[in-house]
């Protein structure tokens, strides 16, 4: 079994981790991001869930992939990890208990930029520092919500949402200098 569907199945005895790992991303912040990032060529969406970020990015007339590791009835049904592709775009939502192995995946399998929602507080950790040094794919701005974004499934408030301070995370290949922080 391979890293990533160890991570997905390991508490898994049936189907609830897969649903638990599920929150779609409002739209309205993914149009937050593109109003204030310009992404050049495709957008791969590596785990695009029932597509909430794949159509805000369609909408604006780009060319999409998307994939996720459960069949949600929406787009390939593949393991990130495994998956022999590389965009030049890679935005997603991850399930964020794996975010950092999403991120240093996503640093293999993009050509441009990397654009990830996850909470402020993935800013911290000792295991993440590494990450964040990299210089050949380093952290290029951080779009921090001022206010809390409120996370919906099938129009039902989901637990603790609204408690959480989340952030869009851009990486960019080659960038040179300090990562930038903004405020949305
Ligand atoms: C927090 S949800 C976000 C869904 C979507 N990105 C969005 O923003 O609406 C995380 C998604 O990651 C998917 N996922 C988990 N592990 C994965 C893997 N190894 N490869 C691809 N997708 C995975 C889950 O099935 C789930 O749909």
New binding site residues.
Partial sequence: MTK?LS??GSSRSNGER?KD?????PSYAVDKLLKREVFNGNIW??????G??SEVFLKNGFEVRS????D?NYGTV????EADYVADNIV????FK?ALEFVNEAKKKSNGKIAM?LKTVFLESEKRKPMFEDKEFPLKTVYQFSKRVTLYKDGVKMKNSGMIAYAWYVWEKGYCGKPTIEWI
């Fill in positions: 990533a991570i997905v897969e790992d599920f929150y779609p991303t969406e590596c785990a695009c869930g029932e909430d970020i994939s996720d590791l459960i949600r593949e393991n990130f990890f997603t939502n991850p399930p794996y929602f």
